[in-house]
C-alpha cells in the first residue's frame, strides 16, 4: 500500500505548540497522530487543488518522484480522506482556494477511464460535507460524510494547555473504530456507516453508495483499510543447471597491502596553547582620538573663558 | 470504444512419411484457414485464424526426425525452420514413431515446434492441431483476460486481473531479509545469481519490456506475523490465512527507485530468527509447502530460508550461513513466470511440454505473452484516446498543444499499423507498433497541460455579473427606449402636419 499524504503542515512544528513535533487526537496525549512512520509528501505551498487534482489524475510534470505520484492500476482501492472548512459544494485549500463537487467528480471520472482504481472510498469531514459526494457520477464509489447540507462539522474537545481544538468529532470516532480494526478483521462498511451518530457528532453523518457495485454488508473495512493482500501458495519451480554459468564478471580481487594512512595533522594545536603572549608597541593615538579631545577642550574653553585658566590650574 | 481484432497465426503442418492421413481433401501441399470468433463484449470482438499449411517434410526435415528422442529431434529441427514470432511448425509422426513416449501424443519443443502422433483419422488430426495451437498462441480466456476492462464484470472470475499489465518496463528487486543478524551471518551472492541465472531469462524477455535488477539486504526487518510452534514437527508454521496480512508491514521498508515510474516486482528471501527456526509455510490442507513461498499477483514473491540447526549447541554466534542461490532462484524464476501469466497448469490430455531450462521460458511461451500485450495494448489505446475525445468535447476551452496532437496522431497511425500487422499474422511488427502506440496515447492523455482547473457553475457567472452589469445597464436601456420612442414619434409628425 502506498500513503500520499497532503498536509499544510503547519501545526506540529508551529512554535506555538507546547508539545513540539506531535499532534495528539485527544488531550490525554494517548494517541500521537504525527508520529515517527508518517511522511508528508505535499506540505504547505505544495498543497493546492492543482496539485490534487494532478496526483489523481496522473498529469503529474515527468520530474515529479514516485512517492508523490499515485500509481494505482485497475486491481487498486483507493481511500481518499479529505478534511478541513468547506461549504456547500466546495472544500477550502490553503484559505486561498477551493474545490469544487463537480472538479472532484470530473477527476474521479478521469481516473475510471484510465482505470486507476478498482474501488474507491471517499471520506470528507467539513461543514456540509454531504454536498461534495452529491455529483459522483463513476462507478465504483463509496462516499461517507460528517454532515449533512445545512449542518455544521464540529470539533471535539479542545485541549486548554495548547489552546486549540484538536481534532473534529467525526475525524475522532472514525479514528477510534479504526483502532479497533486488525488486518484479520471481517467488520464491514456497514459498521462504519454508524460510526457516530446524531447523539455524539451533533451533525448526521451521511453516505453514498449507490455507485458502489458490491453491497456494503458484504465490503470489508479491510478491503481499504489495512491492506490484507492477495496471495498465492507458490507450488511450481522451474529447474535451472547448475553448471552453466554467466560470463567471468568477477575480477580478480588484488589486495595490495598498503602503509597504513595517517591523519594529517591539521590545527598545529600545540603551537598554540604553548604561545607567549604577543608584546603590544605603542602608537600614538590617532586622528580620531584627537579630534575628539580637541573637541571637547573647545567646549570647555568656549563655556568657561580662557581667562578661568588660571583658577582651574 | 468497438475494436474489431483479427490475429492470424501462420501455422505450418508437416507430414513425416507414413503419417499422411488417408482421407485428406486435396493432395499435399495445399492451405486452409480456420477462423474462430471471440467476442469480448458488445462492441469488441477478436476472430483468430488460423491459417494452415499443410506439405510434407523435406529430406533435412526427415532426417532431423530420426533422432533417439523428441527433445534431439526438436533441436535438430529448430535450424531448419524461419520461425518468425508467432508462427508455429507442427510436425505429424507416425503413429507407431518411437520419437515420442508411451501414452504422450504431443511434444511441444522449446521453440515454436511441435511433434504430433498421426492417430485416428483428418478430424482427430485437426482436433489435437487445434488443441496445440491455442496452447502455443492463445486461448479464448488469454485474450479475454488481456482485455478484461471491456468484458462486462460478472463474466470474468475476480482472478482474471492477476496477471502484470503490459508495460514498458520492468523493475525486479532481490531483498535478503534478516531479522536475527545476532545469529545468522547471512551471506548471498546475488550478483553472481543474477548473471547466471536470472540474466539469461531477462534477455529472453528483452523483447517484451525492458527490466532492471536491484537487491538489497534488510537487517531487523520481520515479517509482522507471528508463526504458530507445532510439537509434532517441532517447527513454526504459517498458515495460509496469516499469509495475506505479512506484505504490508515490510512493504515500506522495502523502498524502490525514485526515479523510474516501471511496476516493481518484490522478490524478499527471508532467513527466519533462530529462535523461529524452521519455519515452514502451510497451504489451505495444512501440509507444509515443498517450495516453502508464496507471491502475490502484480507484487512479487517471499520465500522462506531455513538454516539447519548447527551441529553442537555451544556454536559460536552468530553463524554463518551461505544461501544456496540455485534452490532460490529456481523458486523465484517460478514465480516471476506465474507473475507474468506463464503457468504451465490445464493442459490437454496427453500433451508434454519441453521445460525451457536456464532461458526460463520457451519461444512458443514468449509468443503468448506478445499476443496478450499486443492486444492489450492496443485496447487500452483505443480507450485512452476515445476517452481524451470525449474530455474535449465536454470541457471547450482546453487548449491541446501542438506535440499532443502529434503524439495522438502518432498514436492512432501506430494502432492502425499494429492491427494490420496481426492481421497478416506478423507478430513481432504489430507487437512494436502497439507499443509504439501505447507510449504516444500515454503521454498524449497525461500531459500535464491537460488539467482543466476552472469551473464556472452557471449561478456564481449570474451572481457575479448581474450586480455589476444590471445597475450599468438600466440607463442604457431606458435612454435607448427613449430614442426609439422619439424616431417613432418623428416619423409620425410629418404626416400629421400635412
Redesign the interface.
Known sequence: ?HIVLMLADDMACNPRNPKPATVFSHKNMELNVYGD?VEVDYRSYEVT??NF??VL?????PST???K?L?S???SNILIYMTGHGGNGFLKFQDSEEI?N??LA?AFE?MW???RYNELLFIIDTCQGASMYERFYSPNIMALASSQVGEDSLSHQPDLGIGVHLMDRYTFYVLEFLEEIH??SQTNMNDLFQVCPKSLCVSTPGHRTDLF?RDPQNVLITDFF?????????????????G????E??LPKDELATEPLKYAEQLPVAQIIHQKPKQKDWHPPGGFILGLWALIIMVFFKTYGIKHMKHIF | ASAQFQLAVPIAVVFAPGSVPGDLPRPLPFRDVQEMEISVNLRTTVTSRYETVYRSTTAQEEAALEAATAGEADAALHPLQDALLGSLTMYVVPETSSLLPQGISVYVGKHRSALVRAEGGLAALRIRLQELAQVMSFTASSITAAL??RVP?GQLGP?A??HL?SSLGYEITFSLLNPDPKSHAVEWDI??AV???V??VLDKLSLVANFSVDSQILYYAVLGVTPRFDKESSSFLLS?????????PV??RLG??????YPVLNFLLYVPERSHSPLY?Q?KDGAP???N???????G?I?VYNVEAPASPQASLPLRVDVDM?RV???F???L??LFGL??EELPPKFLLE????E?LTDWELDRLLWAHTVENIATVS??LT?LA??LDKIGNIVIKDDVASEVYRAVAAAQNAMAELAAGHLHLAFQASKEAVTSSERA????S??H?L?F?DDQKFAIYIPLFLPMAVPILLSLAKIVREARQRKKEPTKMD
Request: hydrophobic share 30%.
Open positions: 500500500s512512520d487543488v492543482e487534482l494532478r489524475t496522473g498529469r503529474i510534470p518522484p514516485r512517492s505520484r500509481l492500476d485497475d486491481r469544487t463537480v472538479e470530473d478521469q477511464q484510465k482505470r488486518p484479520a457495485q489495512g491492506s490484507v493482500r492477495k496471495v498465492e501458495i507458490t507450488t511450481e519451480t522451474i529447474s535451472l543447471d547448475r552453466l554459468g554467466g560470463f564478471s568477477k | 478484461s476492462d464484470d482472478d486481473r492477476r499489465k550478483e553472481d548473471n547466471r541465472y540474466q539469461p495460509a490465512h496469516s499469509l495475506p496480512h505479512v506484505i504490508n512493504e515500506a524502490s527507485s525514485a526515479a523510474s515510474l509455510i497451504d509447502v515443498s517450495t513461498a508464496f507471491h502475490s499477483p502484480r507484487w514473491g520465500m540455485v532462484m529456481e523458486v524464476l517460478a514465480q513466470r506465474l503457468s504451465r521445460s525451457p531450462g536456464n526460463g480507450t485512452t476517452s470525449q474530455l492523455f497525461f500531459d500535464p491537460l488539467l482547473l469551473y457553475p
